[in-house]
């Protein structure tokens, strides 16, 4: 167990709808990352948050939005859903925000668009 | 075009057998991490590497960062069934804490 928890576990839903993904980090870690992996990509880095703030965007869709809260959980938000967007969506944190600070990955949220 | 190659693709071996995991890549990175990933699990950190030429040993494996920071290699002395899994590098770049990852190499361990 990596102390990083994601809800829901599976999502399954049509085309167009919206989603939200939830990720709590590690106790006391402040930075959070969401990657998406799907099967002809493997892993690709969408955004990270850092103490609330977004601190880095990678391939990240403008459908696709994220925030961090107060208590450092973290949500991304997936609009207008396309079948090509079904894909396990992970969650990662750490300490800090520097490289080489260790990340550690929750279990996944399995997408799927109908 | 992917900045972190992974080679083998696949790997299937029989126990007991040594085996080399490959991780290249043109770029420079400041930090490189491998992982092990199970079917429908998130991955799982083996070990973090930050120096040119470091070795790192974690019971049966042995990770070596490259000394010009570009490469890595996962070598499995007399690998089991439960070494089987997906084995992920990412490395970070600059100062930035975000990972690119390779696109695995999937091992199984037969009995």
């Known amino acids: 167990d990596s102390g990083v928890t994601q809800t829901p576990k599976h999502l399954i839903t049509a085309t167009g709808q919206r989603v939200t993904l939830r990720c709590s980090p590690r106790s006391g870690d402040l930075s959070v990352y969401w990657y998406q992996q799907s099967l002809d990509q493997g892993l690709q880095f969408l955004i990270q948050?850092?103490?609330?703030?977004?601190?880095a965007k990678g391939n990240i869709l403008e459908r696709f939005s994220a925030q961090q809260f107060p208590d450092l959980h973290s949500e991304l938000n997936l609009s207008s859903l396309e079948l090509g967007d079904s894909a396990l969506y992970f969650c990662a944190s750490s300490a800090k925000s520097t490289s080489g600070d260790e990340q550690f990955f929750g279990p996944g949220t399995r997408l799927t668009v109908l | 075009t992917q900045l972190l190659e992974q080679s083998p693709q696949f790997l299937s071996i029989q126990e007991g057998e040594n085996l080399t995991v490959y991780c290249n890549s043109s770029s420079v990175f400041s930090s490189l991490q491998w992982y092990r990933q199970e079917p429908g699990e998130g991955p799982v950190l083996l070990v973090t590497v930050v120096t040119g030429g470091e070795v790192k040993k974690l019971k049966r494996l042995t990770f070596q960062f490259g000394d010009a920071r570009k490469d890595s290699s996962l070598h499995i002395t007399a690998a089991q069934p439960g070494d089987t899994g997906l084995y992920l590098c990412?490395?970070?770049?600059?100062?930035?804490?975000?990972?690119?990852f390779g696109k695995g190499t999937k091992l199984s361990v037969k009995p």
């Open positions: 990412a490395g970070a770049r600059g100062s930035q804490g975000n990972l690119i």
């Open positions: 948050y850092y103490n609330g703030e977004e601190r």
